[in-house]
Nanobody, 130 residues
């Protein structure tokens, strides 16, 4: 069973940058649909970004132009580069993956779809201060 472990979270000031990583304990084939999600205190989990088997990406409107999702299949690792961070980006960030997801990968940024992804990490906390 593949396990996902996030890292790279921390505390930054508004306008700063962080790079999150999600390392898979086992082999993540290029066929996996992968994504990043976040959950702020007192709020529901939301989709942030998705990347499909061809490297096609999709983003939530709130992060488009600021965040970049990427993957390195050789290193079994998913990344999220976060620039121009805002206090409203403060949340626990989770990576998720599925090797045979039933819906188009770009739809997982809709949490009503993305919540059904097979594999989830434990999360890494990002705090952005003003």
């Amino acid at each position: 069973q593949v396990q996902l472990v996030e890292s790279g979270g921390g505390s930054v000031q508004s306008g700063g940058s962080l790079r999150l990583s999600c390392a898979a304990s086992g082999y993540i084939r290029s066929s996996y649909c992968m994504g990043w999600f976040r959950q702020a205190p007192g709020k529901e989990r939301e989709g942030v970004a998705a990347i499909d088997t061809d490297g096609i990406t999709n983003y939530a409107g709130s992060v488009k132009g600021r965040f970049t999702i990427s993957r390195d299949n050789a290193k079994n690792t998913l990344y999220l580069q976060m620039n121009s961070l805002k206090p409203e980006d403060t949340a626990m960030y989770y990576c998720a993956a599925d090797h045979a997801f039933r819906a188009p990968c770009d739809t997982i940024t809709n949490i009503e779809v993305g919540r059904y992804l097979e594999l989830w990490g434990q999360g890494t906390l990002v705090t952005v201060s003003s």
